[in-house]
């Protein structure tokens, strides 16, 4: 089902003819590349390996708590790459629950951007998650941003703790605003912030035993999860629609309710003049309210040339800012 | 999780539980590799598509792409139920509904549907929402149900770790990553072009049919320890409809999968994973797109002969296109 | 050092008390944050409203309802806990219950006041964190109160002398650690009467003690009402100048 639209046929088709004018006119006068202000603080909950907290106008606040566990292999000798996948669980809670809203309508929030449609009617046809599935495409994203496909570094070997034992990472994402389609800008943004905030304690046992590791209670000491000088970091993913030859980033609710297409991108930074690499594509689903009928229907190639271009030169400033943002924020600068 | 108090009263078994053996296939030979199968890249593999199979269903297909066979049912239109919960629907609502058969791989599933089930789902409404003529059909329920009966395992040699002789230590290959993706990539194309056939056998109006196409690029595997991609040898491998194993010696980059709709020269879902370089600007990205838009217009070819087939049997069994004319037997009244 | 507790605190030292009020305006009709140490809650309410479902309509007055999240993060291990888990459905009775008496109910027939809390970090003294943060979030809504409720634990060592030869003083505010080491207790009491609410206790004690315990708590609540009703002028205040007033 697709996000709900706030605005009406007529107030839709103006938008969608002021969307799609050379040059355009976005509704808040934004540029069509322009990222509205976000507050985002990290390392402020102290029970937790990483956190933090991201708030944005419309996609509301969310908070995301990283916890490390010291966990067995599976087997002896050596953790088979499925087996290794599972070092990493996501875990995507949306406050208020999807459950009750759906009878009530959507009082409480305004719907978030939306990304792939949910399928089901109204749970008519078996209950669907409330989260919008963004803990498969979250963790697809990490697992692919780390190089899991031969760079050479992969997030998981930083798991690895000693023979036999790694560590769990548990990434809990709380939505605290209530709405079936979380917007990907938010959640990734947010759990990018707090990896790159994550520090593991230091082992103080011997690499090569296996017997259960000890650990320095000592903080100071701690390695982080991504060392701040070392690339790729964590990804976030950007949602980007077009209207008519138009295309827009950070796109607002009604903007994603008139648009004719959309996708997700994830990107992670891979060096430090903010080239990145492209870890992920998704459509999004798009309300498609404004157009004509018949007119298009899907993406043609150079509309996605253009969309994945938009969103490859603006992403290195964005995960930039970000990056200096979280340094100056981290418990141990 | 918080240790449990010790049951004094047993022999109790290792308190942190035991993993069952690990045999490697053949003793003296070392790991058996699986066959590298001779298929060029750009060949997909041998599609069988045949619709109507079941009849208590509206419209229906079922797919074989060795080694995957699934079974589509689609329902609908029906009417929306008319209590105050369902808001009323201007267009038809469309359902998609992906599952695993248990005994479809290697590893047994169970009959809840799991995420990565529910995401199979929203892709495969995604392909399919753009192309339904919803507007045609109000108040209406659509709803598509696949079943797939055998896959390819994404983790069939979970098991199997080829280790080199007389190494004490294990090096995690990588050419395992991204098998899942391309596992699911390979079912969700199948889907995609399985589920097109089937609604045009249930007779839904569609702007056009939608062909699912998959392609990997792969890399050799020695030049690439801790650069990035764009330093990598630009020789790429693009494997159309690729099998889980990968080729001798390479290792995987990105899968791209797409709902292709081949009249219009649209894509109406699309789904990358791994890593796309952007050196180059998008031309990395366009060329993998490119590949597996290519293996969905092979198999829009399947798709095409599938769909006439339909019709034309539809066709052979009224005998005639004329319409049927009937003896009247009804009374005339006179008087 | 004598007579200190773990974290350096004498016997009737509050933690570190940080509130906040309408945290996030746009998503709700009143919000709150509290930390009382280390423990972090977050409060939301929406209402009045009409009810989400009509079990909830009742004809004279308004319905109450509370929902409580404990994060996976929150405690020192990850655990998630469902809809179902004890701790929670004790919370959420608990503070639904003491609220249904104090807001003026009345004045909003078939109408729901929802509540909702969030606890992002637990480090003991979770109730009376969350009856402080509910208070704050329900003046921030503007929703009619009889009075303040302010909440505040008290623990008591076992030992029978301390070091001195006395009974031992009951403890202020107890953390985590003290919590699971001694009995403690929550108690609430309604402004600036020393009228009790709501009392919680969990553990045994010895029946002489539990006087004491009780009006250490009281003296506490009574602190925690001034730094939350001078954290609500000063919010008002600022509300106003804003709007040049």
């Known amino acids: 089902m697709p996000p709900p639209t706030p605005l009406s046929p007529p107030e839709l088709s103006y938008l969608y003819t002021s969307l799609s004018l050379t040059p355009p006119i976005r509704l808040d006068l934004r540029q069509p590349s322009q990222f509205r202000p976000i507050i985002a603080e990290c390392s402020f909950l102290p029970h937790c390996n990483g956190s933090s907290r991201i708030c944005m106008t419309e996609a509301g606040e969310c908070i995301v708590g990283i916890k490390a566990e010291v966990e067995k292999d599976a087997t002896t000798k050596y953790a088979t790459v499925i087996e290794r996948e599972k070092w990493i669980e996501v875990s995507v809670e949306v406050a208020g629950g999807g459950v009750a809203g759906a009878g009530s309508g959507s009082g409480g929030g305004g719907g978030g951007v939306g990304i792939g449609g949910i399928s089901g009617a109204g749970g008519a046809t078996g209950r669907d998650e409330g989260d919008g599935g963004a803990a498969v495409w979250l963790k697809e994203g990490l697992l692919a941003g780390g190089g899991g496909a031969g760079a050479g570094w992969s997030i998981l070997d930083r798991l690895v703790i000693s023979s036999g034992w790694h560590w769990k990472l548990y990434i809990d994402v709380l939505l605290l605003t209530p709405t079936s389609h979380p917007s990907p800008l938010l959640l990734s943004t947010a759990v990018n912030m707090a990896l790159s905030s994550t520090y593991l304690p230091k082992l103080t046992s011997p690499h090569d035993i296996d017997d259960i590791p000890t650990f320095s209670d000592d903080w100071a000491i701690s390695t982080p999860l991504y060392e701040p000088t070392s690339f790729p970091k964590p990804p976030i993913s950007l949602p980007v629609v077009a209207v008519g030859d138009n295309v827009f980033l950070d796109p607002s609710v009604a903007e994603v309710a008139a648009a004719e297409a959309g996708l997700v991108i994830t990107l992670s930074l891979v060096d430090e003049e903010g080239s990145c690499d492209v870890v992920g594509v998704r459509s999004m689903e798009v309300g498609r309210a404004g157009g004509k009928e018949g007119e298009r229907k899907g993406i043609g190639r150079k509309l996605l040339r253009e969309m994945v271009g938009a969103c490859v030169k603006e992403a290195g400033e964005v995960i930039k800012g970000l990056g200096e943002t979280t340094q100056k924020q981290m418990f141990r600068a | 999780m918080a240790a449990k108090a010790p049951d004094r009263r047993r022999n109790n078994p290792p308190s942190h539980g035991t993993t069952p053996p690990v045999f490697l296939s053949s003793a003296s030979s070392g790991a058996v590799k699986p066959k590298q199968s001779s298929r060029p890249p750009n060949e997909i593999r041998k599609i069988f598509l045949r619709t109507g199979l079941i009849s208590s269903v509206t419209g229906s297909s079922f797919l074989e792409i060795a080694p995957l066979k699934l079974s589509i049912s689609v329902l609908g239109p029906r009417p929306l139920p008319r209590t105050s919960s369902t808001p009323f629907a201007a267009q038809a609502i469309l359902t998609t509904e992906v599952k695993f058969a248990p005994f479809a791989s290697t590893v047994r599933r169970g009959y809840v549907r799991d995420s990565s089930e529910r995401d199979l789902g929203s892709r495969l409404y995604q392909a399919l929402v753009g192309a339904i003529r919803r507007e045609l059909y109000p108040k209406s329920r659509i709803e598509v149900v696949v079943t797939i009966l055998d896959s390819e395992d994404e983790g069939d040699d979970v098991n199997t770790v080829y280790m080199e002789e007389g190494k004490t230590t294990v090096e995690t290959k990588f050419w395992d990553a991204g098998r899942s993706e391309r596992a699911l990539g390979v079912v969700l194309a199948g889907c995609i072009t399985a589920a097109s056939a089937a609604l045009a056998d249930a007779g839904i109006e569609m702007f056009d049919l939608v062909s699912g196409g998959v392609a990997t690029s792969f890399v050799d595997e020695v030049g690439l320890k801790g650069k990035g991609v764009g330093d990598a040898v630009s020789n790429k491998l693009y494997v159309r409809d690729p099998a889980i194993a990968p080729p001798e010696g390479k290792v995987p980059l990105a899968t791209c999968v797409l709902g292709y709709m081949a009249a219009r020269d649209e894509i109406s879902e699309l789904w990358i994973s791994g890593k796309v370089g952007t050196k180059n600007g998008t031309a990395e990205m366009d060329e993998l797109v490119d590949e597996a838009i290519a293996a969905a217009r092979s198999a829009r070819g399947v798709l095409n002969e599938a769909a006439k087939e339909r019709v034309q049997f539809i066709v052979d069994k009224t005998g005639t296109t004329e319409p049927l004319k009937e003896e009247s037997t009804d009374v005339q009244m006179t008087g | ?245």
């Open chain 3, 1 to 245: 050092m004598e007579g200190l507790r773990n974290d350096g605190r004498r016997w009737n030292e509050l933690r570190r008390f940080h509130c906040q009020l309408s945290t996030s305006s746009t998503n709700s009709d009143g919000s709150s944050y509290i930390e009382q140490g280390f423990t972090k809650v977050l409060c939301n309410i929406t209402g009045p409203a009409e009810p989400s479902s009509r079990q909830k309509v009742k004809q004279d007055s308004a319905t109450v309802s509370c929902e409580v999240y404990f994060a996976a993060f929150s405690g020192t291990d990850r655990i998630k806990r469902g809809r179902n888990d004890k701790k929670v459905q004790e919370l959420q009775t608990a503070i639904q219950q003491t609220f249904s008496s104090i807001i003026l109910t009345h004045l909003f027939s078939r109408s729901e006041i929802a509540i909702s809390i969030h606890i992002l970090s637990q480090d003991g003294g979770t109730l009376a964190a969350c009856i402080n943060a509910t208070t704050l979030a329900l003046i921030d809504a503007g929703i009619p109160l009889k009075d303040y409720v302010c909440a505040c634990t008290a623990g008591q060592s076992t030992s029978i002398f301390d070091s001195e030869g006395t009974s031992p003083d009951p403890w202020l505010d107890v953390n985590y650690l003290e919590e699971s080491d001694i009995p403690s207790l929550t108690v609430a009491t309604v402004g600036d009467s020393e009228k009790i609410v709501a009392l919680t206790m969990e553990n045994k004690v010895r029946i002489e003690r539990l006087e004491g315990m009780i009006a250490v708590g009281v003296s506490g609540c009574a602190k925690v009402r001034g730094i939350m009703d001078k954290e609500v002028r000063r919010h008002g205040k600022e509300k106003l100048e804003a709007r040049g007033e």
